[in-house]
T-cell receptor
Framework: DAGVTQSPTHLIKTRGQHVTLRCSPISGHKSVSWYQQVLGQGPQFIFQYYEKEERGRGNFPDRFSARQFPNYSSELNVNALLLGDSALYLC?????????????FGQGTRLTVV | DQQVKQNSPSLSVQEGRISILNCDYT??????FLWYKKYPAEGPTFLISISSIKDKNEDGRFTVFLNKSAKHLSLHIVPSQPGDSAVYFC??????????FGQGTRLTINP
């Protein structure tokens, strides 16, 4: 069984550019969440989507946006990139959001902004 | 506002001995707690979880203890093995909402 898959694995962008990161959840999982992990810190919540609707948003600027597609895959978009956006972006999936349950993470996308 | 804290950035343990990783939280509304293990260049891997209605959960070499009155949880690994060397994150959630992570503890198992 495929786990959570993210693409690309690595990305280098220039300040001011735009980036799109992609995530495919585990088969059967309907919820996808995005997290940002900077060096030396734990992952920070960005967004949660369930059944194509936004169900939660972390403390990130409006330059960050996301969406979920009918097949439950998801995209994270970041506009006007800043050097501080350099981080590991993690996608996690759960099968639903009706109760607390473990989330399974992908390998992440390492974004470097230069 | 760091709601979940892991106050030990690193821990070194002899192979075969017990590893104890600690985590404190401030939000009494958290009702689910998890431990993740992370190797470099990989995403976090789920290890074990515990609901707030329990005080202990065991899975093989891994046991998580929850002390709600102290708002403290710990992960015990026994016996520790070299493959356990990684960064360990504790996380907490309320309902099915976002996970709030600690800063992580780097565990090194020495042969």
């Amino acid at each position: 069984d495929a786990g959570v898959t993210q693409s690309p694995t690595h990305l280098i962008k220039t300040r001011g550019q735009h980036v799109t990161l992609r995530c495919s959840p585990i088969s059967g999982h309907k919820s996808v969440s995005w997290y940002q992990q900077v060096l030396g810190q734990g992952p920070q919540f960005i967004f949660q989507y369930y059944e194509k609707e936004e169900r939660g948003r972390g403390n990130f600027p409006d330059r960050f946006s996301a969406r979920q597609f009918p097949n439950y895959s998801s995209e994270l978009n970041v506009n006007a990139l800043l050097l501080g956006d350099s981080a590991l972006y993690l996608c996690a999936s759960t099968w639903d959001i009706s109760r607390s349950t473990e989330a399974f993470f992908g390998q992440g996308t390492r974004l470097t902004v230069v | 506002d760091q709601q979940v804290k892991q106050n030990s950035p690193s821990l070194s343990v002899q192979e075969g001995r017990i590893s104890i990783l600690n985590c404190d939280y401030t939000n009494s509304m958290f009702d689910y707690f998890l431990w993740y293990k992370k190797y470099p260049a990989e995403g976090p891997t789920f290890l074990i979880s515990i609901s707030s209605i329990k005080d202990k959960n065991e899975d093989g070499r891994f046991t998580v203890f929850l002390n709600k009155s102290a708002k403290h949880l710990s992960l015990h690994i026994v016996p520790s093995q070299p493959g356990d060397s990684a960064v360990y994150f504790c996380a907490a959630s309320r309902g099915a909402q976002k996970l709030v992570f600690g800063q992580g503890t780097r565990l090194t198992i020495n042969p």
